[in-house]
């Protein structure tokens, strides 16, 4: 390890001093950010930190290449290298989360739920449309029947999570495409417990008869029930979406087994790479045979060229997550944020669900006397780094919020265990406690205001540091 670091050492010592040349401005910013990664403690739930390997494997030629299309059929000439690494990326991907069919295209996560949502219309709308009117592609329809054909897809409908309950602005939100495309009806959680109503959820969705039920969220620190999913979907006659953007890592480390796992269940998938999976930072989509050809036709339909140099490194990912230690470290994920969400609880900290079984936990800090905002500058003040979150029916809207989400994905791949965890919960206790709000005249601009309590701040810092120290990142990595 210490000797592959070295190395790792002296390639990235060259090559900064080869940007520097260029553009010093970009040398200094990525020397500065991998300063403030390992001093920061980072509790971003989406975030993490990727292996040398994988960080190495983006940085070639393969970016060079124009790939569009899909393997062995590219609209450019010259891909047979592209597509070892894309096939290798699919293999790795449909053997590592027991896939029928794995597409590692998209570029993101919202890209991925794109090529998820049009190829969910192709089949669905598209396909029997086409073969109704006895035609082969598109391009077959006359005018109108084209015109009608896409006052089709506009007039679909999608069920998802609602964004103050945990679900994403992907899920049909009216700021994203998703809720510009389809006509939408979001689904909650019960008000007394924080939980996903499931009987609900069928009751509603009976009435609003959704194509698409999305599951999946960003803010949720529980797990779902997929077979329930699936059963509300049947009824209805909806395709299953599942986006597992955050947790593909507790996945494909197998801590979401059984009804937990989405593969089973779900017609399409979609995910990043890059948050608890710990990849490159990209997207991709699984999908069962029958959604494939449509999964397939990602690129021209929402996506351009690939990244192949990305795609590189998710294979790299993919081939790490299905190593033993991977699944090792997604336990740890999860038990970690147990122990982070009891420590909190039994200092006084409320939070939504009482608890967590996932890798995150929702904070309301409305107890404290502080908005979401407030606290989340707050923790940063003391050097830990979270994001304000709205909590389910947030009185304090979606900018200034009443919750601070945290997760352990990041700090667990430091090699923080229990000990730590626990620590990181007082240290942020410590912090709310003493952070009280200063009362702005309405409608003021500018920061969130608040005071710390004097040393505060300081003490919290330096109790960071010596976690940090003793769980460095990247060791043996100098610049
Ligand atoms: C993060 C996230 C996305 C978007 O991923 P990007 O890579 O930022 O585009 C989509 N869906 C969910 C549920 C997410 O948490």
Known sequence: MSDFASTVSGIYQQTLSVIEAVEPRIAAATRAELTDQRGSLKLIASENYASLPVLLTMGTWLSDKYAEGTSGHRFYAGCQNVDTVEDVAAEHARELFGAEYAYVQPHSGIDANLVAYWSILAHRIESPALERLGAKTVNDLSEEDWEDLRATFNAQKVMGMSLDAGGHLTHGFRHNISGKMFRQHSYGTNPETGLIDYDKLLADAREFQPLILVAGYSAYPRRVNFARMREIADEVGATLFVDMAHFAGLVAGKVFTGEENPIPYADVVASTTHKSLRGPRGGFVLATKEYASSVDRGCPMVLGGPLSHVMAAKALAFAEARQQSFQVYAQQVADNAKVLAEGLMKRGVKLVTDGTDNHLVLMDVSSFGLTGRQAESALLDSGVVTNRNSVP????????????????????????????????????????????????????PGKAKYTIADGVAARTHAAASELLDANPLYPGLEL
Not at 397 to 414: N, Q
Not at 415 to 434: C, M, N, P, Q, S
């Open 393 to 444: 029916n947030d009185p304090n809207g979606a900018w200034y919020t009443s919750g601070v989400r945290i997760g352990t994905p990041a700090l667990t791949s430091r090699g923080f265990g229990a000990a730590e965890f626990d620590k990181v919960a007082e240290l942020i206790t410590d912090v709310l406690k003493a952070t009280t709000p200063v009362a702005t005249a309405a409608g003021a």
